[in-house]
């Protein structure tokens, strides 16, 4: 009590002091003044201890509610058990709040116990929160464009990155993996293409820290597994993320200026919650499979055909002569009969995952933490015992000073990853392979090389490819309150990247007749890396509130540095193949690259947000950045933005019972920009490409260079109308959005004359993405025991080139047309099979009689998707939830024909290329079969280039489901679930490839996987 | 009320500081926010400022070092993907069992405009022009450098860029020539006229002369002097039909060196009739050629010499037992002839033999072709013989002037085989392509003199228009 008294009356006496030193806050400070003096005044009335139990509609307790004495910055926060203490006069009332619960406000009326029952809040709207980065905001009062995805949803995905939990999810997000292999990376592009050249990648930040998605892989050492990209955010353990947002308008991403362009994505991780320590642990076996295989010839159909093929071009008498064996061993040498299907044998394994995780958190109204690790092993569907293991610590500590003026967060991730694949992905052998090569091994045990005439697709085995990385991210956020409206706050943040990796290619691996010795073939490649970044955001926070309305203005800078490290080595010639894996045994080590950058980045940014009377709101966001990426003169640029919202539904002439319970009509316009060109481009320079001639180390020009570029501009225009009817249980949100990218930063592609084939610089050429985007929620059944929830977005992207000036005799004439989106490819026109020659026919545009590049690759086709989204429900039954989730696209997409369009050739190929001509008046789809041996125009060559290797690629896809089962309460406070999660079960889809969603042939498509697990809490 | 005085006086004291650290922090951030020195940084390690490279007589070096380097690995020159295998399965030298669709579309004379290996080749070559080009700005501008030293590096650099622009030229027809690293002009350049082209030949070859010294610092002739421009000068003259010319300049470098008695001393490293030849690598430790033209095994042959070639040698020329080699496949059903003047492949431990580029045998023949013309026919015999002799064979029997050049041209198919495209520039300057391919190459046709622009150099600067004849 007398502690109470002191510290009031201290705060009486700071903010008469104040009132006096800071003649601008005078307002402010009356206003609490008087408050405070009130509440001194009441200050000897004696206060009683009130206690209770809060549970919610299905008599669940529900811990972490906070209770609040209203008028007063007192408040506790329920145990475990849903029970509270707190002191309260007998008159006050109590602000029972609870996340996910309708707010209840009680009054004490000289009652000592209250026992409290929550009702779920259907639609959350009021209380949730959404991170805007800088700061925060809730989702009625936003005036930009955020859309996100929560730990619920994502929860529910057995995945591996949190790119791949979102995925169908967010509306004009589009996100497509680009292997099945464990590991490997995403494409993500967030409202379209916005840059002729240059990453769509957007800014990723992690609690506050930029995270760079870029990978650090070398081509040299993995780019035959997964191209060389390892998605450093599968650092991110998704089961550690409390949510995902996506920034995506100009009032959301004016705030990161230079970097915003292409969106925010911001990941925000756990934290420790009030209440009694809790353990949590959580296991889960997955299963997972290719989910389609590809319908191929079997042997007979393989052989007639090249049989025939060698025959139409006019070898078929040399078939008979065993001379020529050697030029078709698949004909000649090997067993006719012999069948193996390859996809089955290469990547048609059962790749197996095993997850543990196992967190602790709790803490006290001062302090929370939580400390969560998990540990998780995959396999392969490859044949060997290729696996990635992956480790991560996460840890979230809050405190709060006594008066709650001083805050703290700390937060780190660790993560250590292992992953061990052979050199090459199986796929494109798998699909490739004749069916009736030779046996893998021989009868000793050894690879089998047929004497000679097959490259045994086992060798890769032997030739390992492993990748250990490392990744911090620190964060630690320290906030003050200096006065009660103003805030000092620092976040600081450090994170490293490490990558260490090699790739051997031991002579063991290669056919023994070629002579190969340790000593003159075997080799490592190895590449170590390292990404060091460290980021100081000081910001000063001032929120003023009148009766009507409210002011919030905030002021900071950005200072971040980064520096990337590249060391690639590569050993030859080693005594033996034991020894590979030691340099030092190496008998030549070359250095391939030996390279750092660094980037310096610094900013200045602002934010004033006024809020009349909760009906209009104003947003003004503003940066001013610095990067070392441009020349003198030219580092600097302004980004800016509004956004305006008015909650119509707060008018007078909509009343509390109507339908409609929440309208809001909103718009934004600014500017963002993009600095995504690589360092030191500005500068004329030669760098040392690590070999030598005659003993003198190499300087190589770098290439042509250009001091002047400057900033890319991307202008964003947003409008949106948010509803929701019966009391927020269906929410729809539409927007439309036009964003128009000029001033491309690009490398500007130059005639080979020049030297070089690029040279970065801005060209005033526009590119124009607009569309539509809708998000819909509603909440279909919702009582005691049975809830169901519904999701749905879709997004209709549109993407232009508006501007383009003397595109006609520029580079880029034959790629792009204006008016027509950048994703068109152009290509010949197929014109079917001539039933005489029986041979593909082409439309030939310029009419010369020859079929030639670029006068007849006229025909146009845009392979980005006309719409995409997604649907989920959930459903939930007494202690059941059933959750499923609809992804779709509409797309076109290159199909078999890409691969192969003429039946005969060596390598097997998929069975529509039977449907073939045969004899004159044959009017079949495919071309006659041919060896390749023919001296003839490469019609299949061009069909593989023409429309015809275009078809839909649309599909509906399941990609998760999940069912969990809440064993019922054995202990109080011991919670047992088990579940059966899926992901990427089924797939509607006329597409032929093996998967419309990445439709290439030598990538691993995605796998199908079936989860199940177990968690405990207690 | 004692205590609300010593409180008050705790917070005024407090508040001074909070004032002073707001105020503080206010200066800080606008004040740093203002500061550009925080975005600039220094260049990375691997990294050196244009001008820094020119301020040191070993950094130039290191910029050379690049070219010999590229023109070694990459482009026309390379023993791998360049004109001695490539322009030998275009010509009547090579018969091709890979599976490359580029090398396919040279080997069976259907080239397009699309062919990944011509356009790595153009790319190469202007990549190799520019770097050129900017060691003589760089040399030009350099204040550090002395004369002596300048006068070599730029002088090496006007011989490479002639040297890539004449094979160019003899590959395209009408070229740019590019002097500039300027990016606006060279993007926008034109097509030059096959004698405009050359003009600019022979008169870097003129200055790189001057230049150059005629001694071998390097003691291995891994750098280009004075004599190696005299020798590229000899063949231009020679390509040009300028036949005084042509025989003045061989007879300058058949007065310095010598042709090696034994032809198993050719193609070693020390060999003496060696003008210029590459070093390779660390690793491989000898020439690519070896790698690309041996067979080891059959199957897995890439390039035999044709029958025709085998045919083209007299008995007893000792070229064909000890610059030829023979395998069959095991059960000696199929037995290939392959180009053994390259001993040593990659996978040698020993560095015995490097690329040769230009050696004295050619030009030899270039006198031998350029006497002819101008009516010594005694002098050409002698050239001639000397060739002969060396490989074992007699004096030739050509006397007439007609039966010289034939037999020089023979002479040339059967000395200067699987080396630098020889065989393909022959048939081309003497206009004999036609007659003799078109019985070997059924898709021949008249216009295959020209390999086409690449397609998407087209695309990339339209002044290149028009694409070669029959592309």
């Known amino acids: 009590m007398k502690n109470n008294y002191i510290s009031q009356s201290r705060r009486i006496l700071f903010f008469s002091f104040c009132l006096i030193l800071v003649p601008i806050f005078t307002e402010a400070l009356s206003i609490d003044g008087i408050l405070l003096n009130h509440h001194t005044a009441n200050a000897n009335i004696q206060q009683s201890p009130i206690h209770g139990v809060i549970k919610d509609v299905a008599g669940l307790p529900v811990p972490g509610a906070h209770i609040k004495i209203k008028g007063s910055s007192q408040g506790v926060a329920s145990d475990f058990d849903g029970s509270y203490i707190i002191l309260a006069q007998p008159n006050d009332t109590l602000i029972v709040s609870a996340l996910g619960f309708i707010t209840q406000t009680i009054v004490v009326n000289n009652v000592s116990q209250i026992n409290i029952q929550l009702i779920e809040d259907v639609t959350q709207l009021d209380v949730v929160t959404l991170n805007a980065g800088y700061y925060s905001v809730e989702e009625k009062e936003r005036t930009g464009n955020i859309v996100s995805i929560k730990a619920k949803t994502i929860e529910k995905q057995p995945v591996n990155n949190p790119l791949a939990a979102m995925q169908g999810h967010l509306s004009g997000v589009n996100i497509v993996q680009s292997s099945g292999v464990p590991g490997s990376g995403f494409d993500i592009e967030i409202r379209g293409k916005n840059f002729i050249n240059g990453v769509s990648d957007p800014l990723f930040i992690v609690d506050g820290i930029p995270f760079s998605s870029q990978s650090l892989g070398s081509f040299d050492v993995s780019g035959q597994i997964n191209n060389g990209n390892i998605s450093p955010l599968n650092a991110i353990n998704p089961s550690d993320i409390e949510s995902i947002e996506v920034l995506k308008d100009a009032d959301a991403t004016a705030i990161y200026g230079s970097r915003g362009a292409n969106g925010v994505v911001l990941i925000t991780t756990k934290k420790g919650k009030v209440g009694k320590t809790q353990f949590k642990a959580n296991m889960s076996s997955t299963l997972g499979q290719v989910s389609n295989f590809l319908d191929l010839m079997n042997t007979q159909q393989y052989l007639e055909i090249r049989k025939e093929g060698i025959n139409n071009d006019g070898f078929g008498s040399f078939l008979e002569n065993p001379a020529f064996d050697f030029i078709w061993p698949d004909v000649k040498s090997w067993d006719n009969t012999r069948y193996t299907d390859w996809q089955k044998e290469l990547i048609g394994g059962t790749a197996y995952r095993n997850n543990a995780q196992l967190s602790v958190s709790g803490g006290s109204e001062g302090t929370q933490f939580l400390i969560s690790g998990g540990y998780q092993k995959e396999t392969t569907v490859f044949p060997g015992d290729a696996n990635y293991k992956k480790a991560t610590v996460h840890s979230n500590l809050n405190h709060q000073s006594n008066d709650k003026r001083f805050k703290m967060n700390l937060s780190t991730i660790y993560t250590n990853e292992k992953n061990v694949l052979p050199r090459t992905d199986f796929t494109s052998m798998a699909y490739r392979l004749e069916p009736n090569a030779p046996e893998l091994y021989d009868d000793t045990g050894n690879l089998n090389w047929e004497n000679n005439t097959w490259d045994n697709p086992l060798a890769a085995l032997e030739e390992i490819y492993e990748v250990k990385i490392n990744t911090l991210i620190a964060n630690a956020g320290m906030s003050y309150m200096v006065f009660p409206n103003l805030e000092f706050k620092t976040n600081l943040g450090y994170n490293t990247y490490g990558l260490e990796s090699y790739r051997t290619l031991p002579s063991s691996a290669r056919n023994p007749q070629f002579g190969f010795t340790p000593q003159n073939y075997s080799s490592i490649t190895t590449n170590n890396s390292k990404r060091v970044s460290w980021i100081i955001e000081p910001q000063l926070n001032w929120t003023k509130q009148w009766e009507n309305s409210k002011l919030q203005v905030l002021l900071g800078s950005t200072f971040q540095r980064e520096r990337s490290q590249q060391f690639v080595q590569k050993g030859m010639g080693f005594p033996n193949n034991s020894l590979i894996l030691n340099l030092t045994a190496a008998e030549t080590l070359d250095v391939l690259e030996d390279s750092d950058s660094e980037y310096s980045y610094q900013a200045f940014f602002g934010r004033v947000n006024f809020n009349w009377k909760d009906k209009y709101i104003l947003n003004l966001t503003g940066r001013r950045d610095g990067s070392s990426r441009f020349g003198p003169g030219k580092q600097f640029g302004n980004f800016g933005a509004v956004g305006l919202a008015w909650l119509f539904s707060n008018e007078r002439m909509f009343s509390k019972n109507s339908i409609l319970s929440f309208g809001k009509l909103r718009a934004s316009y600014g500017s963002t920009g993009s600095d995504n060109i690589g360092d030191y481009k500005f500068l004329d320079t030669y760098h040392v490409t690590g070999f030598d001639y005659n003993g003198a180390t190499i300087l190589e020009p770098t290439g042509i260079f250009n001091p002047l570029f400057g900033w890319e501009e991307n202008i964003k225009l947003e409008a949106a109308l948010e509803l929701g009817f019966l009391q927020d249980r269906i929410l729809i949100n539409t927007s439309w959005y036009r964003n128009r990218s000029s001033n491309q930063l690009i490398g500007i592609p130059l005639a080979a004359t020049t030297g070089f084939p690029e040279l970065t610089g801005n060209f005033d050429a526009t590119v124009e993405n607009t569309g539509f985007e809708v998000d819909f929620r509603s909440v279909n059944i919702q009582n005691k025991h049975f809830k169901w929830t519904t999701t749905f977005n879709i997004s209709v992207p549109k993407n232009k080139l508006v501007k383009f000036p003397g595109l006609e005799t520029s580079t880029f004439a034959n790629r792009f047309i204006i008016g027509k989106p950048l994703t068109i490819t152009k290509l010949y026109h197929a014109l079917g099979v001539d039933t005489e020659a029986g041979v593909y026919q082409f439309e030939d545009y310029n009419e010369d009689d020859v079929i030639s590049s670029p006068q007849d690759r006229q025909w146009i086709e845009d392979l980005a998707p006309e719409f995409y989204g997604g649907l989920g429900n959930v459903l939930s039954y007494k202690n059941f939830t059933l959750d499923f989730f609809f992804q779709f696209k509409k797309q076109n997409a290159f199909n078999e024909l890409r691969f192969v369009a003429t039946p005969g050739y060596r390598g097997n190929a998929s069975v529509r290329l039977l449907d073939r001509w045969q004899q004159p008046g044959d009017s079949n789809p495919i071309e006659m079969a041919s060896g390749g041996l023919a001296l003839r125009e490469d019609t299949g060559g061009l069909q593989r280039r023409s429309q015809a290797a275009i078809s839909d690629a649309s599909f509906i896809r399941l990609r998760s489901v999940s069912l969990n089962y809440k064993l019922p309460t054995i202990r109080k406070g011991f919670d047992v679930n088990v579940y059966l999660q899926g992901q990427n079960l089924l797939t509607f889809t006329n597409y032929d490839g093996p998967d419309p969603e990445q439709p290439s042939n030598s990538q691993l498509p995605q796998l199908r996987q079936l989860t199940l697990g177990l968690q405990l809490g207690f | ?471």
């Not at chain 2, 097509?191 to 010294?213: C, F, G, P, T």
């Not at chain 2, 003047?341 to 230009?358: H, P």
């Not at chain 2, 013989?385 to 040339?412: C, P, Q, Y």
């Not at chain 2, 695309?459 to 004849?469: G, I, R, V, Y």
């Open chain 2, 1 to 471: 009320m004692k205590s609300i005085n010593y409180y008050y006086y705790i917070k005024t004291s407090r508040q001074l500081t909070r004032g002073s650290l707001l105020k503080l922090l206010t200066i800080l951030l606008m004040g740093l926010a203002s500061c550009t020195d925080f975005v600039e940084v220094d260049p990375p390690k691997n990294i050196l400022i244009s001008e820094t490279v020119f301020n040191d007589p070993a950094t130039v070096e290191s910029a050379l070092a690049n070219i010999y380097f590229k023109i070694r690995e990459q482009g026309m020159v390379s023993g791998r993907n360049g004109l001695t295998t490539l322009m030998g399965i275009y010509s009547d030298d090579l018969d091709y069992f890979g599976f490359d669709a580029s090398f396919l579309e040279l080997y069976q004379h259907n080239v397009a405009g699309s062919n990944n290996t011509i356009q790595g080749w153009w790319n190469t070559a202007y990549n190799i022009i520019y770097a050129t080009n900017d060691i003589i700005s760089g040399v030009d501008n350099s204040s550090t450098l002395t004369i002596e030293e300048g006068e070599q590096f730029k002088g090496q650099a006007l011989f490479v860029r002639a040297y890539v622009h004449s094979l160019l030229v003899s590959l395209f027809g009408d070229i740019p020539y590019i002097t500039t690293t300027d990016y606006l002009v060279n993007g926008t350049a034109s097509r030059q006229s096959i004698d405009v082209v050359y003009k600019h030949i022979i008169s870097d070859l003129n200055n790189a002369l001057m230049l150059l010294e005629n001694t071998d610092d390097t003691g291995e002739r891994v750098l280009p002097n004075q004599l190696v421009a005299k020798a590229l000068l000899a063949r231009v003259y020679l390509y040009k039909e300028n036949w005084e010319m042509a025989e003045d300049l061989s007879s300058q470098l058949i007065d310095t060196y010598n042709l090696e008695a034994d032809v198993n001393d050719v193609f070693l490293k020390e060999s003496r009739e060696t003008l210029w030849q590459l070093k390779p690598g660390e690793s491989p430790r000898n020439t690519q050629e070896a790698n690309e033209l041996i067979i080891q095994f059959i199957p897995g042959q890439k390039y035999a010499l044709t029958n025709t070639l085998i045919a083209a040698f007299e008995s007893g020329d000792l070229r064909l037992d000890h610059w030829t080699g023979s395998i069959s496949n095991t059960d000696g059903t199929v037995t290939l002839a392959f180009a053994h003047k390259y001993k040593y492949t990659l996978t040698e431990t020993e560095s015995l033999e490097y690329s040769v580029i230009f050696r004295l045998a050619e030009q030899y023949l270039i006198r031998a072709e350029a006497r002819t013309q101008l009516g010594n026919i005694s002098g050409a015999q002698l050239d001639l013989n000397a060739i002969r002799n060396r490989a074992g064979l007699a004096n030739t029997t050509a006397k007439t002037k007609t039966d010289l050049l034939n037999a020089i041209l023979k002479e040339r198919r059967v000395e200067l085989f699987a080396e630098q495209g020889h065989r393909w520039f022959d048939l081309k300057r003497t206009g004999t392509a036609g007659s003799v391919l078109s019985a070997v190459k059924p898709n021949w046709q008249a216009t295959n003199v020209l390999l086409p622009i690449p397609e998407t150099e087209l695309e990339a600067n339209p002044k290149l228009l028009p694409q070669n004849p029959g592309y």
